[in-house]
């Protein structure tokens, strides 16, 4: 089974801090992605990248950055943590090719204080 | 960014009831998922379909993928309280090319009633 894991399930932060969420898969995926999710409003993707080094924006990337290194780990950075980025974050990996469906972690409840 | 068009919104059932929730798109979709959420948890998915009137069973669920191709149907069966939480579809627009970044409706929160 593909296991997706992100590194922490909850998380109290300051304003202004510089946060950092780690996920991690072990099936050789290509594809990860990450999203918040927020009452009402479904899930929003936030970064994906297709490859190592290479990203992409997705619907809301603003105050987000992302780093992947290595093929298995893929970070959401928040530069300067705001109240407004209180949220539940999840990661999801993809395999690629024709492969379409995305596996999630267990997901981050981020609450910024 | 796009949105699939996910119904009912919510629904809250007495066990032992069918349910059925949908998700239709304005455009051309090549795949269809439906995943289940469970309070705090991650998505997990259900079912998979990739061919145009494709019907495929996981245990008591049954999805469908819509013969247009804009649109998918889930079925669940004598509804028991483990079936609470929320439902979701994907798709993967037909013009996605090698993007495998997925369209997703808002959810549908199903309340079961022992």
């Known amino acids: 089974d593909v296991k997706v894991t992100q590194s922490s399930r909850y998380l109290v932060k300051r304003t202004g801090e510089k946060v950092f969420l780690e996920c991690v898969q072990d099936m050789d995926h290509e594809n990860m992605f990450w999203y918040r999710q927020d009452p009402g409003l479904g899930l929003r993707l936030i970064y994906f990248s297709y490859d190592v080094k290479m990203k992409e924006k997705g619907d809301i990337p603003e105050g987000y950055s992302v780093s992947r290194e290595k093929k298995e780990r893929f970070s959401l950075i928040l530069e300067s943590a705001s109240t407004n980025q209180t949220s539940m974050y999840l990661c999801?990996?993809?395999?690629?090719?024709?492969?379409?469906?995305?596996?999630f972690g267990q997901g981050t409840r981020l609450t910024v204080v | 960014g796009q949105q699939l068009n996910q119904s009912p919104q919510s629904m809250f059932i007495q066990e032992g009831e069918d349910v059925s929730m949908n998700c239709t798109s304005s455009?051309?979709?090549?795949?269809w998922l439906w995943y289940k959420q469970d309070p705090g948890e991650g998505p997990v998915l259900l079912i998979a379909l990739y061919k145009a009137g494709e019907l495929t069973s996981n245990g008591r669920l049954t999805a469908q993928f819509g013969i247009t191709r804009k649109d998918s149907f889930l079925n669940i069966s004598a509804s028991i309280p483990s079936d609470v939480g929320i439902y979701f579809c994907?798709?993967?627009?037909?013009?996605?090319?090698?993007?495998?970044?997925?369209?997703w409706g808002l959810g549908t929160s199903l309340a079961v009633n022992p």
């Open positions: 455009s051309i979709f090549n795949t």
């Open positions: 994907a798709g993967q627009p037909r013009n996605a090319g090698n993007n495998r970044k997925l369209i």
């Open positions: 999801a990996s993809v395999l690629g090719g024709y492969g379409t469906e995305a596996f």
